[in-house]
DNA sequence: CTGAAAGCGCTTACAG
DNA sequence: CTGAAAGCGCTTACAG
């Protein structure tokens, strides 16, 4: 692979010409400038970024560590996050920690050794070792989609509080009154918070939120399809389940098709997070759905203002609930439903 | 940022020694080790990352450059990819090309500029500039999925032709006599090979496919819509769509929802690609499924065995149909369909 | 405007 | 077993 010494010698000048015509130094000669890009052209020189990078002590890359990217959540963010860093000069490099810690960890590890000039993270736990390393070492963060307290560093995410109380107030306007949750890992944010505003709404009817009703999971399939048997197999099983991500409303649909029953007649089913999918699945699912692509822009823009020396904002930005048919919703009748409009409920105010 | 200088200081020794026993090389004194090793832990030393890649001219790092990551087939290959590459002691930097050549160049380019040791690829097209440059540069390469005929890179990819023909009898067998097939681009080979391969099975029963009977996609659910509506269209509709990947079959059920029409009674559906929502659509959708964790893996083999210096494998997997009840196969009494058990069809010999 | 030189943080023959 | 030194490919004061 041709350097910029070979390049230098086939134009006739020193190697730090070079490097001025190709990182735009005004002064350079028009003479000098033609000759050494006919030399790249001729050579099909491209500067060697490792190189550059130990030099000048920045990579222009950004690290994104996500804690599942076969969540199609996650796989939108991290798509507008490369989107808005290609935009502003940066690449992204992803970490996926398969919601494990010890993963989680071995990709900020290896990103930080990689001298990323930032790192995005939604992480998978309470924070790891490697993580606060990573905060308190004054590596540029920002955290996206969930957060851990306590720490001094920006945060991008959606409030689901207010969609969790219109999700709430629709499903009482149905008549449910046994609603469950399927919760994620208590250590992360948005494990805890979604199960939170949910008791925190079905307060306000004055419904409790028994221990039963309440399914731990990891937002993984599987751990929804487990705590979906386990309300079923309660004496008085919920009506409604509420399912805090796609994935794990995935496993709660597997668990009531495997005993032969139907949504929402034998459990109605609703999920936080949106996908093209639930317009399609039977029934279509209600669900709640995040600004995602907005999202990842916005911490991308936080992000790379931290790094080049402005000052990083955190964002909260609203989630909204998308009303479908799977909550036991009056619609055409049955059965498959033909045209089925999006509705769409505006977050109440405050 | 500690770097080798500091820890040769406070352990006494010179950094050779610190890089001796970094790098596990024998010929250190316990004494000497046990003292870098030490100052290592009390400085938080990390080696850099970018510092030794310029040196060694290696970055232990795989590039993988997917036509889409929003789609659950690459994103799946991703995974095994990178979970692979871990195991093998590399990392991996993903770039997604939105299946447009220019942006799958730029991430070609950056790749190289950063020294990857090895790139994987699934091409968006018949192969962009960069590509072939990179290809003649003597990059370590294998393709994935997609390949560039007449190139000497090994292709690790599924092999649809028996599954389609599989279907096409499955089909053949349902009592349909029209049917069309949305068609990916027909410069990339999966785009092709796919009509080619309906095409042979269709013969074999003496149906023509008829021009009409084609509709030209691009792997994206929009370009499915727009495809199911110029079958509604015709003047004789298809019975069957075959869409070759998942997106497009999606786009091709919001069309069939747009009208008020149902799959299968007005139109039936099959697809490309496999992924786990197919078996909650509404109907579940009979589709053919590639061997997807393990081309990812064989891939990562294939690439570290060129990088390594051992001669790398071209790997062809078989994919297998996966019936369901898109294409109006008898099943439970309707509506809502409980347990569907998932029948394989096993690939036909030859 | 231009070049010689230093230096980023490592690794690795080479000499001892 | 150990260290001094060269060098990977760049960028950037510094001097002219």
Redesign the pocket.
Known sequence: MA???DVAAEAG?????V??V??NH????D??RTRVLAAVEALGYR??AV??S???DQTRTLGLVISDVLNPYFTELARSVEEEARALGYSVIIGNADERPELQDHHVRTLLDRRIDGLLVSPTDGGSPGMLDAARAGTPMVFVDRWIPGLDVPVVRADGRAAIRDLVAHLHGLGHRRLAIIAGPAATTTGSERVDAFRDALAEYRIPLPDAYIGQGDFQAESGRRATEGFLDLPEPPEVVFATDNLMALGALDAVRARGLRVPEDLALAAFDDIRWFVHTDPPITAIAQPTPELGRAAVRALVDRIEGRVPESVTLPARLVVRRSCGEPGPAQPPVPTAPVQTVRRSKS
Do not use: H
């Open positions: 350097s910029i010494k000048v020193s190697v730090a010409t490097s001025r190709l990182n005004p002064s350079v000669s003479d000098a500067p060697n190189a550059r130990l030099r000048t």
